[in-house]
DNA sequence: TGTACATCAGTGAACGCGCGTTCACTGATGTAC
DNA sequence: TGTACATCAGTGAACGCGCGTTCACTGATGTAC
């Protein structure tokens, strides 16, 4: 017999049709996109009421926030888990894995990538809640990046550069220096750069396996921000 | 007096009209995004029948392809202008004058910036008539790339890269090395995702000034991937 | 130069559709005694 | 163990709104003779 899960049948039926509405909404993205994910399409899908969805959703923008909290939550635990699969003394495999890991989320996931980063949907603002989750995947990077400059401690960086990247430069506690983590912000926006291009196609006609130039890709930024 | 343009008053009216639904179509952009465009509210705008934009696009999506053409012809233009302004043999200034110009024109144009970079409009499907100044931007930069490597002339290349980079080591009729051209698609990919990031929110906490940021990377990019 | 006709821009009503959200309600499930 | 009450899920109608597109129409502008 299986476990009494906390809260009772009740609570279990309600995770689980919470659940199905947000399998639905996602289906809604791949065909119709974020901005006009529709509470009644939905409903109809899921053979019930358009008002019983507000049993679980107070409006479709909370929905929106939950998929895109989920999406978040969905691509870091693919990374974090590919990532430390490593060696930890590998940076640039870890930074490698992270990267292709990334890629292949996008992938199998269009809609998901396109709803976290994509173009924001219009008229939505993002909720605090969102930012945690958001963060866990960069944190990932700058953690290879500081394990990499270890020995290294410096005081903040007055030039130009230490003053752009301020505010990540003082999260990593002053232990990368400048251009070293600008070259791991290229190679960060290189990642989706090269994602971007091939999902929403602008690779047609130029890059013939998007696969291969990106692995490619890949191993050439590590060489050149790891040491 | 002024030129008699052709056609006649009644065609020079039609033109005019024509900028001004395609002008607050552009500012609707801005507020709504692209999926929920709409020609009602144009009207609206313009004090006419909805009725009436049927008689200067024949639907939603011909407009949409019409804002998408103009898009991609005004970067264009303000990309081949900065460019043509350095001197031939000076590659990287060239490199750099057309990141820095596309990130400018981004920057102030963020809703035509999305239109054509940013998320495809789900359930639109662009016509083959916006490939050719989609292509002029991309074309700016592989002349670039082109004419820095005058020198080479290479077979075609067999190994994995160069099968991935086909296409478009076919258009530049193997005139350039399979790892270069890797590089350059690098690049070219660290622009768009730099771009975004700064645009779509990504850079929150993060990076404190983009501007120095992006010229950094437009400079480092230069030497990386030219002679 | 004037007239007759064709062309075209713009109107306003209508069709048929979709949406988010609210509300009073029914009936089933859970809880306390 | 049984009963009374509270909680909650789900319903269906309604409000008020928006949309793209079509159509028969009016009236002004352009063209040919």
Redesign the interface.
Known sequence: MPEKPAGGVRARVRAELTAEIKAAARRQLA???A??LSLRAIARELGMASSAIYRYFASRDELLTALIIDAYEDVASHIEAAESQCERADHRGRFVAIATTLRSWAVANPNEY?LI???????YAAPTDTIDPATRV?ITLLTVLVESHVSETSEPDES??G??????LV?TNHSVPADAM??A??A???????I??EM???FK?????????FN??AN??AE?ILP
Request: hydrophobic share 45%; no cysteine; charged share 10%.
């Open positions: 065909t119709e996109g901005s006009s396109a980063y994509g173009t924001p949907v219009p008229g960069p130009d550069l003053q752009a990247l301020a505010d990540v999260f600008a070259l912000i290229e960060w926006a290189e990642i989706f750069g090269l971007n291009l929403f196609g602008h006609n130029a890059v013939t396996n998007p696969s291969v130039m490619h890709a050439s930024m050149r």
